[in-house]
């Protein structure tokens, strides 16, 4: 499901992403004070700049020309969506205070040739990288999604209620906007603290190749996609534990099909518990690996 999450993102949504930059109307950066960033799908609004405040997301807003850096917090209001996943004029996003995800509302930050092409890089031969910087800490409550890449979070990342539902139909929101089913990622990025994830609806979810300074905690989440959670190829140095999720895996799909899998097991400093225990079988009906070893 993840290859199809990939398409979906870096593939249709480039040209739908690309017409809307064309459009953009650009709100110019306050040298001081508060800041918020209002636009549409279709006309976005555009943070960049210096911001020697706080920023408030309103409707649809793009981190699409040139670096951004915000020294207090960036909220995400009800329904709103930050996209800071393009690579022209090296659009990084830097924040000295917390990114705040609000209900129903979403961010996607981040982007790399690999994982997640940025938005308006070639899909075919994708080159372009960009990096987010979280003083603080990521914080979703009742959250449509969050798709992070590249991050690095100083504090603890949590992400609480929300997902849009036990479902994997394309979402009315800016999900389906891009032709997407309604998910939540967190890759190739560098937690401070701690990661903790509870009571997502929603159709996927994911953690991979992220370094954990402290304890992963999933609780209680439930994912209308059999493939997921994938809890792959992290580095965390506290303690891993899982429980009452639809399902835990800590290996790949290997095509479109769920089984068989490969193995990528994370590496644990701490204690593992709950359906994080025992690695999860590689072929149908096949048997788990040892103690110790998701």
Not at 30 to 48: D, R
Not at 95 to 109: F, P, S, Y
Request: some cysteine.
């Amino acid at each position: 499901m993840r290859r199809l999450f990939r398409q979906t993102l870096s593939g249709v949504a480039v040209a739908g992403v690309a017409l809307c930059i064309a459009a953009v109307f650009a709100a110019q950066a306050a040298a001081g004070g508060n800041f918020t960033c209002s636009g549409t799908f279709a006309n976005p609004g555009v943070l960049a700049g210096t911001i020697n405040g706080n920023v408030s997301v309103t409707g649809f807003c793009a981190v699409n020309a040139g670096p951004a850096v915000v020294k207090g917090n960036v909220t995400v209001a009800q329904g709103a969506a930050l996209v800071a996943a393009f690579g022209a004029e090296n659009s990084t996003l830097t924040v000295m205070g917390n990114l705040i995800v609000q209900q129903d509302g979403a961010a996607a930050i981040g982007c790399n040739p690999d994982s997640s092409p940025c938005f308006d890089d070639n899909p075919d031969n994708p080159t372009l990288t960009v990096t987010i910087h979280i003083t603080g800490n990521l914080l979703a409550n009742g959250a449509l999604g969050v798709v992070s890449h590249n991050t690095t979070v100083g504090g603890n990342i949590e992400q609480h209620g929300g997902g849009g539902g036990f479902t994997c139909d394309t979402s009315p929101g800016i999900f389906g906007a891009f032709g997407s089913p309604v998910f939540s990622t967190y890759e190739d990025g560098v937690v401070g603290g701690n990661l903790s994830i509870t009571n997502v609806n929603s159709c996927w979810l994911g953690t991979a190749r992220m370094a954990i300074h402290g304890n992963a905690s999933y609780v209680n989440n439930q994912l209308a996609d059999p493939d997921a959670i994938e809890i792959v190829s992290n580095d965390i140095h506290g303690n891993l534990s899982c429980r009452g999720n639809s399902m835990t895996w800590d290996s790949g799909d290997l095509s479109d099909a769920l089984f068989p899998r490969f193995p990528q097991p994370n590496t644990v400093d701490g204690k593992r518990s709950g359906q994080c225990f025992y690695a999860t079988p590689l072929t149908e009906g096949g048997p788990s690996g040892p103690p110790n070893s998701f």
